[in-house]
């Protein structure tokens, strides 16, 4: 499976953009880039996905670069109820998640 | 909107006793997804199934077993449990296998092996 790099975590205040970077340089041609969350106590929660174009959703925005070898996930304006772990995850034809280390992400008020 | 329903929410079993979790996808959603994640630890993929028939196979120990029904309901059944069982497990559930489908993630089951 292609591997992704994130940071161990990372810091934003609350009401300010956030921007979750995730390295993947061994990606490849058929592999979707998607973006999982894990808020503490539940279950992960899907956030986005994309393939070569950036995305847009009510949640998220996902910046693909153009050779496709690294991505950023968007959070327009975090708020306290973003504070999670943010998983960076490349599917491949089959459907499974494999899940890496993720970010925690910590939003101060 | 309904969610993925996972049942027991917490179990307390003793070491060599056997478990069974039961996932209830969400209504049309036909393929199951188990994953257990462990106390500091990340998810990891166990097994899934897809229109019944098992469709892939993960981290799942040879002591695990598990089934999905013609009600698309799965059950995920556990025998001569150690303690490292002890984790949470969640179910997940989507509407056709792919890689561009999202799944949706149930509460989870917190099992605790003594």
């Known amino acids: 499976d292609a591997k992704t790099t994130q940071p161990n975590s990372m810091e934003s205040n609350e009401e300010e953009p956030v921007h979750l970077p995730c390295n993947h340089s061994?990606?490849?041609?058929?592999?979707?880039i998607h973006w999982y969350r894990q808020l503490p106590s539940q279950g992960p929660e899907y956030v986005i996905h994309?393939?070569?174009s950036n995305v847009n959703n009510r949640m998220a925005s996902l910046a693909i670069a153009e050779d496709r070898k690294s991505s950023t996930l968007i959070l327009h304006r975090a708020t306290l109820r973003d504070a999670a772990v943010y998983y960076c995850?490349?599917?491949?034809?089959?459907?499974?998640?494999?899940f890496g280390k993720g970010t925690r992400l910590h939003i101060l008020p | 909107a309904a969610g993925v329903i996972q049942s027991p929410r917490h179990l307390i079993k003793e070491k060599r006793e056997t478990a069974t979790l039961k996932c209830y996808p969400i209504?049309?959603?036909?393929?199951v997804y188990w994953y257990q994640q462990g106390p500091g630890q990340d998810p990891q993929f166990l097994i899934s199934?897809?229109?019944?028939?098992?469709?892939d196979k993960g981290s799942i120990p040879d002591r695990f077993s598990a089934q999905q029904f013609s009600d698309y309901h799965s059950e995920l059944n556990m025998s001569s449990l150690e303690l490292g069982d002890s984790a949470l497990y969640f179910c997940?559930?989507?509407?056709?296998?792919?890689?561009?489908?999202?799944?949706?993630f149930g509460p989870g089951t917190r099992l605790t092996v003594l």
């Open positions: 209504p049309r959603h036909d393929t």
């Open positions: 995850i490349l599917r491949a034809r089959d459907d499974k998640i494999i």
């Open positions: 994309g393939l070569t």
């Open positions: 199934f897809y229109e019944k028939m098992q469709s």
């Open positions: 061994t990606i490849s041609g058929t592999d979707y």
């Open positions: 997940a559930s989507s509407l056709d296998p792919g890689s561009y489908n999202e799944q949706f």
